[in-house]
Every structure is written in structure tokens, then in C-alpha cells.
């Protein structure tokens, strides 16, 4: 099993940056994708970025240019960098991590705010 536990989440004014982190616990050497979903408000919850065991990434177009995801293997963490925050990427937003090519998990969200 995989633990995933987010933090960084807040209030920013639109234009303004953020870095969320999830630290990985567990059965992590199985672990084959992390990265991060968002849901916001009477939506789906949508792909924003991931990062495979081998570097290679994977963002939804509205994250391309703005959001990078990286990770670093020896603390089990992934980040991800948001700039240029607009008013819309407002949601909770979820690290994922897919386990043995076959278990999802997910964290427990956190909340990221953008006020115009």
C-alpha cells in the first residue's frame, strides 16, 4: 500500500505561484506514476500532471507552460509548481500514485484558491 500526503495548498491573487508537495509513504519502490489531479466545483476531477519512474511526464494542456512537476526519488516527494495562477486552476487538488501498474491512490486533497 501507498500513502500519499499533500501539503502547500492556499490563497494566491491571480498571477501569483504556488508549490505543492505529497510525500509518499509505504510501498513506494512499486510505485510506477505520481502526480497530481485537481476537482473543482460540480466538476470531474481532471489529469494536471504526472511523472513516471523513468522522468517522463504527462500535463493536461491547461497546466502545459505554467505547471512543472518534478520528483525526488530519495524523499518519495513530488512537487508541483504552479505559476502564472489564474482564477480557474482554483480546485482541491489530489496527489495520485499508480502502484504495480494496476492500484490507484490518492491523497487527501488540498484546497488552492485564486483570487482575481
Known amino acids: 500500500q501507498v500513502q500519499l500526503v499533500e501539503s502547500g495548498g492556499g490563497l494566491v491573487q491571480a498571477g501569483g505561484s504556488l508549490r505543492l508537495s505529497c510525500v509518499a509513504s509505504?510501498?513506494?519502490?512499486?510505485?510506477?506514476?505520481i502526480g497530481w489531479y485537481r476537482q473543482s466545483t460540480g466538476k470531474q476531477r481532471e489529469l494536471v500532471a504526472t511523472i513516471s519512474n523513468s522522468g517522463n511526464t504527462n500535463y493536461a494542456d491547461s497546466a502545459k507552460d505554467r505547471f512543472t512537476i518534478t520528483r525526488d526519488n530519495a524523499k518519495n516527494t513530488v512537487y508541483l509548481q504552479m505559476n502564472s495562477l489564474k482564477p480557474e486552476d482554483t480546485a482541491v487538488y489530489y496527489c495520485y500514485a499508480r502502484h504495480a501498474f494496476i492500484y490507484d491512490y490518492w491523497g487527501q486533497g488540498t484546497q488552492v484558491t485564486v483570487s482575481s
Open positions: 509505504g510501498t513506494t519502490s512499486r510505485t510506477n506514476v
